[in-house]
């Protein structure tokens, strides 16, 4: 019987995550619209109902979806910073530009969920969350706090504003689609930056500063 019903849990699981990935497809082809429950399920080679079963609605699937991005970035993340060697900025910005700011629809998704936890979504699913990206976090920054000999609770802080610079400069360089070309106009070419160029340049800030702080810490 045990064997039974981990089988028939592995099986869920499957079935779960194909349905997640027919919505990161459908996502990934209409990042201007949420794709309807029916079209998932379509998608995905499932009835509607069986959607259902796994995602209450459209957006706690948009939103499980987006968990799925968090805790790839963050596993890859915990690995470069649990390695025993020295690790420093130039080896952790390429992870995240590989499983964050490059991943396909990582941001989109991350504004999208954003605005539905705030409107839209069931108080206790946002917060479930919330919760748990918190525990990815602190195992993160806990990674962080040791390998470079700081106190505890500083990594966090500094993946939080790195978190922030990323999402936020995002949002500057990518308005809403309701202004389109408009945001060509000559008056608004402050907002016209390659983005990949300055959220390096500032999270590079960012780091340096942290790790200084670290280096003066130890100097007797």
């Known amino acids: 019987m045990a064997v039974q019903r981990a089988i028939a849990v592995e099986d869920k699981e499957e079935r779960r995550q194909a349905i997640l990935d027919a919505a990161e497809r459908l996502f990934l082809e209409h990042p201007d ?6 079209e998932v399920a379509a998608a995905a080679g499932v009835a509607k109902g069986t959607v259902y079963l796994y995602f209450p609605s459209k957006e706690e699937m948009l939103l499980a979806l987006h968990e799925r991005h968090v805790e790839n970035f963050f596993k890859h993340l915990v690995k470069m910073v649990s390695r025993a060697e020295p690790v420093g900025f130039d080896d952790i910005m390429p992870v995240t530009l ?3 700011i490059r991943w396909p629809g990582y941001l989109e998704l991350t504004t999208r969920c954003f605005s539905a936890m705030d409107r839209e979504m069931p108080i206790d699913t946002a917060l ?15 990674h962080l706090d040791r390998h470079f000999a700081k106190p505890a609770g500083s ?3 500094l993946l939080l504003h790195s ?12 308005p809403n689609e309701r202004f389109g070309a408009l ?3 000559p008056e608004l070419r402050t907002f016209d930056r ?18 200084l702080s670290t280096e003066k810490r130890k100097s007797p």
Request: aromatic content about 14%; overall charge positive; hydrophobic content about 50%.
């Open 155 to 157: 990594g966090v802080a």
């Open 194 to 211: 390659n983005y990949e160029k300055e959220i390096e340049t500032a999270l590079r800030a960012l780091w340096r500063g942290w790790m």
């Open 128 to 142: 479930a969350f919330k919760a748990r990206v918190a525990q990815w976090l602190q195992s993160a920054g806990v």
């Open 33 to 38: 619209r949420m794709a309807s429950v029916s």
């Open 183 to 185: 945001m060509k106009r």
């Open 163 to 174: 978190y922030g610079l990323i999402v936020g400069l995002w949002q500057l360089h990518h």
């Open 98 to 100: 590989k499983y964050l």
